[in-house]
């Protein structure tokens, strides 16, 4: 069963209780990372956890949603073996997992209503990473990666 981490901002805490929602009936296994209210918060140490949980195996996979998605964009591509992509459509999730091997999506709450973020979430987590020449592309990224240690 695919491990999934979530976490939002205030922001986008109520799309997130719909989209644990709707994995779990889709069978995933989800850990809430927070927020757990609708209460002002800042995103950097949620981005942080969500990123950790991925980076270091913890989970297979992460969902973050804050309002626009670029703050959590940023934060958790600072995790080793992080490749975070913000998704505003189905082409765009779906590019990320076979060009780019993402294994964080990100959503903002408010540009993505919860039908629409279901239908990225349904792409996202079914598409496979294509290999070929985009497999020696990620591999750079992890080279590149690996310098800055």
Not at 7 to 30: P, W
Not at 111 to 126: E, Q
Not at 129 to 141: D, L, S, T
């Amino acid at each position: 069963m695919m491990k999934i981490a979530i976490g939002s901002d205030h922001g986008g805490f109520e799309l997130k209780k719909s989209i644990i929602a709707f994995l779990r009936e889709e069978k995933y296994a989800v850990e809430d990372m927070g927020t757990h209210s609708k209460d002002a918060c800042d995103y950097p140490m949620i981005g942080f956890e969500v990123g950790k949980a991925v980076s270091s195996g913890k989970a297979d996979r992460g969902v973050l949603i804050c309002k626009t998605g670029v703050g959590m964009v940023i934060i958790a591509n600072k995790l080793h073996g992080v490749r975070a992509a913000a998704c505003y459509d189905k082409e765009i999730a779906k590019s990320s997992r076979e060009h780019n091997d993402c294994n964080i999506v990100v959503l903002a709450a408010n540009y993505t209503d919860f039908n629409k973020a279901k239908d990225i979430l349904k792409v996202w987590l079914k598409t496979e990473h294509e290999g070929e020449r985009h497999a020696r592309r990620v591999k750079q990224i992890r080279d590149i990666e690996a310098k800055l240690k």
